[in-house]
Each structure stands twice: as structure tokens, then as C-alpha cells.
């Protein structure tokens, strides 16, 4: 069964970091991708980065890029969010998903996350 478990949720101030985790199990790590999505209050939810555990390419969307990078430890099978100089903006339930992959095709295609963890509530104050 596939598991994800997200973590490292809490409070920060503007222009703070946090760290967000997801553990995951129950399938080999490598032949899945991982990202992170996040609900801003009265929002839709949108995917925001993601990475292909199989070689590692990652993908960051625009609004969020230089300020949130991806990243993950196979040993651990965990995906990592780094969150700089966090906004208001920021502020949202973060959602860890995952697909399983096919060959040639990237991480981004939102629609494809089938598997999901709960959330973990980011609030950034001023």
C-alpha cells in the first residue's frame, strides 16, 4: 500500500524558512514521482514542484521558483521541501503526492498524481 506521510508543517514569519517532509512507502522509490501541492484558503489546489526520483530532474513552478526547492534521499525514502523567504502568500495545507512513472515523460503533469498524503498547514505571519 502506498504510503505518503507529510510533515514539518507550522508557523513562520514572512521572509522565514521551514522545511517540509514526505515520507514515503510501500513501493520502490525510484520508480515514482513525488511532489508537493498546496490549498490556500478559498483556493484551488496547485501543484507547485515536483521530482523524478528516477533521476532526480525536478521541476519548480514559476510562482514559487528561487524560494522553494525540491529535493529527496533515497536511503531515507523521503522527499524534502525547502521553503525561503517564505510570503503570506505561502500560506496553505501542503500536500505530498506521487505517481508512478513512465519513461520520458516529467514529473509536472499534475493531473497524474493518483496517490496522496495528508496535509501539513504552513501558516506565514508578519
Known amino acids: 500500500e502506498v504510503q505518503l506521510q507529510a510533515s514539518g508543517g507550522g508557523e513562520v514569519q514572512v521572509g522565514g524558512s521551514l522545511r517540509l517532509s514526505c515520507a514515503a512507502s510501500?513501493?520502490?522509490?525510484?520508480?515514482?514521482?513525488l511532489g508537493w501541492f498546496r490549498q490556500a484558503p478559498g483556493k484551488e489546489r496547485e501543484g507547485v514542484s515536483c521530482?523524478?526520483?528516477?533521476?532526480?530532474?525536478?521541476f519548480t513552478e514559476d510562482s514559487v521558483e528561487g524560494r522553494f526547492t525540491i529535493s529527496s534521499d533515497a536511503d531515507k525514502s523521503t522527499v524534502y521541501l525547502q521553503i525561503t523567504n517564505a510570503q503570506p502568500e505561502d500560506t496553505a495545507v501542503y500536500y505530498c503526492?506521487?505517481?508512478?512513472?513512465?519513461?520520458?515523460?516529467?514529473?509536472?503533469?499534475?493531473?497524474?498524481?493518483?496517490?496522496w498524503g495528508q496535509g501539513t498547514l504552513v501558516t506565514v505571519s508578519s
Open positions: 521530482i523524478r526520483n528516477s533521476d532526480g530532474r525536478t
Open positions: 510501500g513501493f520502490t522509490f525510484e520508480d515514482f514521482a
Open positions: 503526492a506521487g505517481f508512478q512513472l513512465i519513461s520520458g515523460y516529467g514529473c509536472y503533469r499534475w493531473s497524474w498524481y493518483g496517490y
